[in-house]
């Protein structure tokens, strides 16, 4: 049998008066004719990384919708999971390949996985490329099967695309997190935008008082007294841990007493995190103000919380990114963040909203001095985060997103127009957005159109033909 992840209950009620009403009131609506239906969620790893962040929030509540619902991991050695890094690694550009010997490790814990997979299912979502080729070998059975890929393949490796990609033949949906990540040759009929979600009542996110999270960060030796600027990321070379401190230590030059620290967790799957947790440390040797700490010493949710909550800036300086939850969730504290233009960051903030993105080191580190300057404008763009974080980025609107693509793929059609509510593409980046409370909308035509942004708003309204296409019905 494969390992069940037990997360326990959570009443989708208690986010009242936290995520926008409209959005929870629908998502009754839609779950209500879900009803019963059995939904798996199967990823590699019970803890570490966005996923599992992700599913602790999100099964429990599905049960509380009246649906039945599963986590479970697969189970996998280290050399499994070493394969499954290059190919993490492979699917997001990486030059290195898979040998032979690593695809038959591949195709054999796959096979053994599949084995052990024994209830049946009305939903299966997998996740990530490490269980993907489960419904080849085990069989679809009465199951639709959903493939949820978390990372930018928008330029995956050719060789290791190829190993992959036939087991995505087996698919009847798959959900990306941006437009731009689906690969060109994708073997799945159906795809979706949807982009991931934080919880906001999780230890990690929830409300903690100022003094609590100061005697926090005080016990684990952070002083308050003077600017502290944080990183809360695996370690892993595409979140650049090394670039970060190269950044930190130009910005020094204007701030002496600065403090960095690198937060930053091993996941089970994830056997590269101890050689760039080595390198970090030598990196980091002989200067006091960097502090380094990961799960294994202690520092969990509580601590994570503090360090996004009481920060003066919170940066994440990636070189590839999914989507970067770690952003949302420093954005809904309020805080100010600078981060790297990759991925699914900008969608979470952009010049302007929420901080400011940038490439390379030296643009990061004049971003981190410019807000360590200006706290007050450092403020305003947070708040402003924190508004973009509580329309579209809060778990509500994830499992709104979710549902709505289950009703239709139960219902065996494409788009079915029920009630009032509708998932609705935001006609630029083919993003679900919520009709609900729509981030942002135009009307051109007859027609009413919603978009995930004002940025997406504007590019549409400088040559709506241009999105709309020829039919003047959008793609
Ligand atoms: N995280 C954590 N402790 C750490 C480092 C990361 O709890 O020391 C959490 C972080 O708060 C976020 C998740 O792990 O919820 C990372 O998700 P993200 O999407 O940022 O990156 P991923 O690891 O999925 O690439």
């Known amino acids: 049998m494969l390992q069940s992840v037990d997360v326990g209950e959570r009443s989708l009620e208690a986010y009242r008066g936290v995520a926008p009403d409209a959005i929870l009131a629908e998502l009754r609506r839609v779950a209500a004719e879900l009803r019963g239906m059995r939904v798996l969620h199967l990823n590699a790893t019970p803890y570490g990384g966005g996923v599992s962040e992700l599913l602790r929030s999100l099964v429990p509540l599905l049960n509380d919708l009246g649906l039945v619902a599963d986590w479970k991991v697969i189970h996998g ?8 890094k290059t190919m993490h690694n492979g699917l997001q550009g990486a030059a290195r390949e898979l040998s032979e010997e690593e695809q038959t490790i591949y195709l054999v814990n796959a096979e053994q996985n599949a084995a052990q997979l024994e209830e049946e299912y009305d939903f299966v979502f997998i996740h990530d490329p490490q269980p993907a080729a489960l419904p080849t070998l085990h069989g679809k059975g009465e199951a639709q099967w959903i493939w949820r890929c978390h990372i930018d393949t928008s330029e995956p490796n050719p060789q290791v695309w190829e190993v992959l990609r036939p087991f995505l033949a087996a698919y009847d949906a798959a959900i990306f997190t941006m437009a731009s990540f689906v690969p060109p040759d994708l073997p799945v009929a159906r795809v979706e935008i949807i982009p991931p979600a934080i919880d906001p009542l999780s230890p990690k996110n929830f409300p903690l008082s100022k003094r609590l999270a100061a005697q926090v960060l005080d016990w ?3 002083s308050l007294d003077r600017p502290l600027i944080t990183q809360v990321a695996r370690f892993d070379p595409w979140k650049d841990p090394l670039g970060l401190i190269a950044a930190y230590r130009l910005v020094r030059e204007a701030v002496p007493n600065l403090q ?21 440390k030598l990196e980091s040797k002989g200067d006091p103000s960097i502090h380094l700490f990961t799960n294994l010493t202690g520092v969990g949710n509580i601590e994570v919380n503090a360090f996004q909550r009481l920060s003066d800036v919170v940066v994440q300086k990636s070189i590839r990114e999914g989507f970067g939850l770690v952003v949302s969730e420093a954005l809904w504290k309020g805080t100010p963040v600078v981060a790297g233009r990759v991925g699914g960051i900008p969608l979470q903030m952009s010049d302007g ?27 305003e763009l947070a708040q402003r985060g924190k508004e973009r974080v509580w329309k579209q980025f809060l778990l509500p609107r994830l499992l709104l997103n979710q549902l709505s693509l289950m009703r239709e793929l139960a219902a065996g059609r494409p788009s079915v127009r029920r009630g009032s509510w509708e998932p609705r593409r935001d006609p630029v980046c083919g993003m679900m957005v919520a009709e609900a409370s729509p981030p942002s909308s135009a009307t051109f035509g007859d027609r009413s159109y919603f978009f995930c942004s004002e940025a997406c708003r504007a590019r549409f309204l400088a040559e709506p033909e241009h999105y709309l296409g020829e039919s003047g019905h959008g793609h």
């Open 260 to 280: 960095l620290a690198l937060v930053g967790s091993m996941a089970l799957d994830d056997p590269e995190g101890w050689e760039v947790y080595q390198k970090i």
């Open 77 to 84: 050695n280290n050399a499994f999971f070493e394969v499954t």
């Open 353 to 379: 909203v929420g901080g400011i993105l940038v490439e390379g080191v030296e643009e990061c580190a004049q971003a981190i001095l410019r807000l360590l300057e200006d706290p007050a404008g450092a403020d």
């Open 220 to 222: 684990i030796g952070i």
